[in-house]
C-alpha cells in the first residue's frame, strides 16, 4: 500500500527508527523499506508531525507486516471507515497503562476506544484518556476508560524499571531514548545534577550504567521523589544517587560545581539557565531542554550559549530534536559544554 515514509540513511536508521518509536510516529503495520544506503519508515501521522532534522517525508509502497490479529486497535472497533479517520494513530504505553488523548468529537465514544485499546495492547490492564499534564509539577489529569486498578504502575526502559503514577508526578515514555543518550555521555567518576528529575528515569539510567561517582536528583513535587526512592531502593547502584526535594531555583548558588548537570524543565527552564550554568564545572556539560518552534530553532542554540556570558564560556556541543511537540514545534535538546 501506499503511505507516507522518512527516508534515513541507513547509518542513522536504528536510531530515527527508536525515536519514531518512542514517538509514537512509527507506523507498525508495515515494513520498513531498504533501499541501497536508505531506509524509508513507515510514519503513522501525517507528515507534518515529524522533525525535519530526523529525515525526508516521502511517500512509498510499503508490504503489509505480517502479523496474527489486528493490526491496529481501530480495526476492534464495528466502525464505518469514515468514523475511524479521527481517531488517533498513536498512544502511549507506561507500564500496563495505555494513555491516549482523543479529539472532542470523539470523547463520547471513550468507552468503546478504551475496550479496543485494552485488548489490542498486549499486558494492558488500564486505559486512560489523557487530558495533559498541568500546575508548576506537570501532573498528568488522566480518566479510566477501561480496564482496573491503580494508576501506579512500574514501568521499563533502558534495563531499569521505574516507580511510576502517572497521576501524581510527570513521566513520559517519550523520553527514554535521551535517558539513554544523557547517561551515555558521562564519563568514569563524573558527578552528576538530575534537576526537575521527576521520577528520575536520567538519575537512575546513570546510576544504573555506573560511570558517575554521584547522583544528586532535585524534584519540587514530593511525591516523585518518594517514586524515585522507591525505585532506587530495589537497586544495588541506588545509593549512588541521592534524592532530594527542592527548588532549581534554590539549588544554584551554594551547589558544589560538578561534571554533567541536566535542566529538563521545558517550558520554564529558562528562566533558572544562568544559575544552574553555574554549577557545571570547567569542560563539564549541561543538557537543557525547551520546546522551540520550528521555525525559530535555527541561531537558538547560539543564543542560549550568548545568554550564558556573564556565568563563563559554553559552547554548543549537540543540539537534537527529541520528539515532536506539536504541529509545529519540537522538544529539543540543547547539550552546552563550559570552556576550560
Ligand atoms: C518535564 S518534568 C521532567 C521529568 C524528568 N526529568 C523526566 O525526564 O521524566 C519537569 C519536572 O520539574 C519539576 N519542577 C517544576 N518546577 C520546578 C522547580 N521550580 N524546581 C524543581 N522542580 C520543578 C516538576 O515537578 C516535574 O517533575
Known amino acids: 500500500m501506499i503511505a507516507s515514509g522518512l527516508l534515513v540513511p541507513r547509518v542513522r536508521g536504528e536510531e530515527v527508527r527508536r525515536d519514531l518509536a518512542d514517538s509514537g510516529l512509527l507506523r507498525p503495520d508495515l515494513e520498513i523499506r531498504h533501499e541501497g544506503e536508505f531506509l524509508v519508515l513507515p510514519l503513522v501521522e501525517s507528515p507534518d508531525g515529524v522533525p525535519p532534522s530526523w529525515g525526508e517525508v516521502v511517500e512509498r509502497e510499503f508490504r503489509e507486516t505480517p502479523r496474527k490479529g489486528p493490526a491496529r486497535y481501530r480495526d476492534l472497533l464495528p466502525w464505518p471507515d469514515s468514523e475511524k479517520e479521527a481517531l488517533p494513530r498513536s498512544f502511549d504505553v507506561v507500564g500496563d497503562i495505555v494513555l491516549i488523548r482523543l479529539p472532542e468529537p470523539l470523547e463520547a465514544r471513550k468507552a468503546a476506544v478504551g475496550d479496543a485499546l485494552l485488548h489490542f495492547v498486549p499486558g494492558a490492564r488500564l486505559v486512560g484518556l489523557d487530558h495533559g499534564v498541568h500546575g508548576p509539577e506537570r501532573r498528568r489529569e488522566v480518566e479510566r476508560i477501561a480496564g482496573s486498578g491503580p494508576w501506579r504502575t512500574r514501568h521499563r526502559e533502558n534495563g531499569v524499571e521505574l516507580e511510576v503514577d502517572v497521576e501524581r508526578a510527570y513521566f513520559s515514555p517519550r523520553l527514554a531514548r535521551e535517558h539513554a543518550r544523557v547517561a551515555e555521555d558521562v564519563r568514569p567518576g563524573d558527578r552528576v545534577y538530575d534537576l526537575c528529575c521527576g521520577v528520575g528515569p536520567f538519575s ?8 558517575a561517582a554521584s547522583v544528586t536528583a532535585v524534584d519540587a513535587n514530593p511525591d516523585a521523589i518518594e517514586l524515585l526512592r522507591e525505585t532506587l531502593a530495589r537497586y ?44 557545571v564545572a570547567p569542560g563539564g556539560r549541561l543538557y537543557y531542554y525547551e520546546v522551540v518552534s520550528r521555525t525559530e530553532l535555527v541561531g537558538r542554540g547560539k543564543a542560549l550559549v550568548n545568554s550564558l556570558q556573564s556565568v563563563g564560556e559554553f559552547v554548543e556541543v549537540a543540539e537534537r530534536v527529541v520528539h515532536p511537540y506539536s504541529p509545529a514545534s519540537d522538544l529539543v535538546a540543547f547539550v552546552l559544554e563550559r570552556s576550560r
Open 204 to 211: 537512575v539510567t546513570i546510576a544504573h550504567l555506573g560511570r
Open 236 to 279: 544495588p547502584f541506588g545509593g549512588r544517587v541521592t534524592a532530594l526535594i527542592g527548588r532549581v531555583e534554590e539549588f544554584g548558588p551554594t551547589a558544589p560545581l560538578v561534571e554533567r548537570v541536566v535542566l529538563n524543565l521545558p517550558h520554564e527552564g529558562i528562566k533558572y539557565l544562568p544559575s544552574v550554568a553555574r554549577t
